[in-house]
């Protein structure tokens, strides 16, 4: 069976930057389940699995623009150190929760000086071409309940209601 829309996937992977260090893997762990053609993956790898097979084995390379985007500038910002207050110690590669007007985002601290606190709302994999070796273990057409729920159900997903 094929991959493509309305099917459930699962897919062992690898995932690696340029400098050949693993970033992700589901090695050890359940294949990554989802429903294709849901956006539930990023799109350069959703794009790459499209037509292939359960068995197929595949080594992709993938845009930060069809990835988690480009690095942008406007979401670094700098907040007073003050803002922090409540927070014992404050270090860059700290993660929090910001309040904003479109809601709750995380944000990484990324440098701290006495005065300020310069934060980054950018995905961490932003900017970053990303490869991906994968295979694909299993193909199968997606139920109604689970294309109504929008996740996968069952012993191959990670939600079961
Ligand atoms: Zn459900």
């Given at each position: 069976m094929q991959v493509k829309e309305n099917h459930v996937v699962q897919i062992d992977y690898t995932l690696t930057n340029n400098e050949g260090q693993v970033l992700d893997s589901s090695n050890g762990k359940q294949p990554l389940a989802y429903i294709h053609g849901h956006g539930q993956i990023i799109p350069g790898l959703e794009q790459a699995l499209e037509?292939?097979?359960?068995?197929?084995?595949?080594?992709?390379?993938?845009?930060?623009?069809?990835?988690?985007?480009?690095?942008?500038?406007?979401?670094?910002?700098?907040?007073?150190?003050?803002?922090?207050?409540?927070?014992?110690?404050?270090?860059?590669?700290?993660?929090?929760?910001?309040?904003?007007?479109?809601?709750?985002?995380?944000?990484?601290?990324?440098?701290?000086?006495?005065?300020?606190?310069?934060?980054?709302?950018?995905?961490e994999l932003a900017g970053q071409e990303l490869n991906f070796a994968v295979k694909i273990e299993a193909v199968r057409a997606a139920t109604e309940t689970e294309l109504d729920h929008g996740h996968v159900h069952g012993a191959d997903g990670h939600q079961q209601h």
């Open positions: 037509g292939k097979a359960a068995g197929d084995k595949l080594d992709v390379t993938i845009p930060a623009e069809q990835a988690y985007g480009e690095h942008r500038p406007d979401l670094v910002q700098q907040v007073p150190a003050s803002a922090f207050a409540g927070v014992e110690k404050v270090e860059p590669g700290m993660r929090f929760q910001a309040e904003t007007d479109q809601g709750p985002i995380p944000v990484t601290v990324t440098a701290v000086t006495d005065e300020a606190v310069t934060v980054d709302a950018n995905h």
